[in-house]
C-alpha cells in the first residue's frame, strides 16, 4: 500500500510531548536512531524533560513486544504504522557534508532524507520544536514543520474581560444600589462563570463578575489591599480574583509593568490569615540556556539573581509602611518563620500544597504539563496563582501558543473554580508603558 504522509520527529518532540508518536492520526510515523539516543540521555532526572524521556520509551516499549524496530509496526486501532530509521549511509545529499559537521541535527536531517528517498512518493514532513532544524530541512528540499498538537490560538485567547456598552439604566441601577442582579439575559451570549464585565451607559459605568455559586451578576469593589491599591479596572478585576476564597486557580496575562506579581502578592498577604504559608516561586530559566551549575558560588549564590524581581515586590510592598507598622512587622516575621518562601520552582518539585497560596510567577515558561503537574498537587485549602507574559517565552521549544499558561487560561475558562485576568494597560512608569507600545 502506498503511503500518503510520513512524519519524522526530532528529540525536541518527543521531550515536548511524550504522547507524540499517537497523534498523527492514520499517518505513519518514523524516529531516527538518533533521536532514540538522545532521548535516552533525557530518562535519569525529576524534570519534565526526563518524564517526558522515560514515559515515552516505556510505550516504545510496549509497542514493539516481540517485533522488530526496523519494521512498519502498527500504532493501534485507527492509526498509522511507526519504525525506528537506523543511520542512513551513502545519500546523495548528506546533511552531515552539507553542513560539514556530524552533529545529531544533522545525522537527523539524514534519517528524514534517506526514508525520503525509500518511501516515495510519500510525502515526507521532518516535525520539530527547533526552529533552526526546520530551516534546515527545508535548505535541503525537506518539508519540516512545527509540533502543532495542543497549540492554543492566542489571537482567541480568553481575556477574562468583557466591555458592554448601552447597558440598560435600570440594571445599572439595581447592581448599584443591591450589589447583584438576578437580570443576566442581556448577557447570554457572553456569560461565563467568574468572568468580569465592565457595564457602561454613556458616562456611567459599573464593575461586575458572574457568580456561578449565586448565579448573579455581582458588583466588584476597588479594595485597597495591603499597601496596594488597583489603578485601573482591569486590576481591580485581577485582585478580587485573587481575594475570592470560592476561587482556586487564578492566571493573570500581561506584559511587563502590569502589575501581575504585585497584585498577587499584595493580595495573598492580605488573606495571610486564611493560609499557613505562602510561596512564590518562578521557574529558573539562565542566560544562553546553560545550567546555573556553571556559575559561581553556593547554591543560594546561583539563584539570589533569578529570585531578585520577586524580592523587590516585597520589598515595595513593605516600603508603603514604616518599619514599627504592624503590616511591615508581620512580613519580617513571617520571612523568618518560614511563612513566606520565595524561591525557584525546581525547589519545590515533588510537594503536595495544602492550605497554602501558591503563587508562579513567569508562568509562560513552563510547560503544559509542568502547569498541570503544580495543579494536580493542589490540596485542601489551597489557592493557586499562576502570572506572566506568553509573548515573552525564554525557553527553548516553548513559544505564545504551546506554553503551559496560554495552555490553562484556555483549558479552564468557564470552570466554577477558576478565574482568569488578561491586564493590558501598563502601570510602571509613562517610559515602561511608552518601550511596551514602540519597542
Partial sequence: MTKDKIFVLDTSVILHDHKALLSFEEHDVAI?????????????????????????????????????LQNWISLGEGLGQFKIILHANKLQEDAKHIFDSNTNDNKILNAALSIKNKETPARVILV????????????????????????????????????????DEEILKIIYKQGATEKVDFLQEHLKNNHYYLLKNGKTSILTYFNPITKNLERVEKSYTYGVKPRNYEQTFALHAILNPNIKLVTIQGVAGTGKTLLALAGALEQKNRFDQIILARPIVPLSNKDIGYLPGD????????????WDNLKFIKGQFNETEKKNVAIDEMLKEGKILITPLAFIRG????????????????????????????????KIIFTGDIKQIDTPYLDEQSNGLSYVIDRMKGQELYAHVTLEKGERSELANLANELL
Fill in 32 to 68: 531516527p536512531i538518533t533521536t532514540l539516543e538522545e532521548v535516552d540521555t533525557f530518562k535519569k532526572g525529576g524534570g519534565d524533560k526526563n518524564f517526558a524521556a522515560r514515559q515515552f520509551i516505556r510505550t516504545l516499549d510496549q509497542l514493539t513486544k516481540g517485533k522488530k
Fill in 128 to 167: 520539530s520544536k527547533d526552529i533552526n532544524l526546520r530551516l534546515k530541512a527545508k535548505s535541503l528540499d525537506l518539508e519540516a514543520e512545527d509540533y502543532e498538537t495542543g497549540k492554543i490560538n492566542t489571537q482567541e485567547l480568553y481575556s477574562g474581560i468583557k466591555i458592554i456598552e448601552n447597558v
Fill in 299 to 310: 547554591a543560594s549564590e546561583k539563584i539570589n539573581p533569578y529570585m531578585e524581581p520577586l
Fill in 351 to 382: 510537594r503536595s500544597f495544602s492550605k497554602m497560596i501558591f503563587i508562579v510567577d513567569e508562568a509562560q515558561n513552563l510547560s503544559p504539563h509542568e502547569i498541570k503537574t503544580i495543579i494536580t498537587r493542589a490540596g485542601e485549602d489551597t
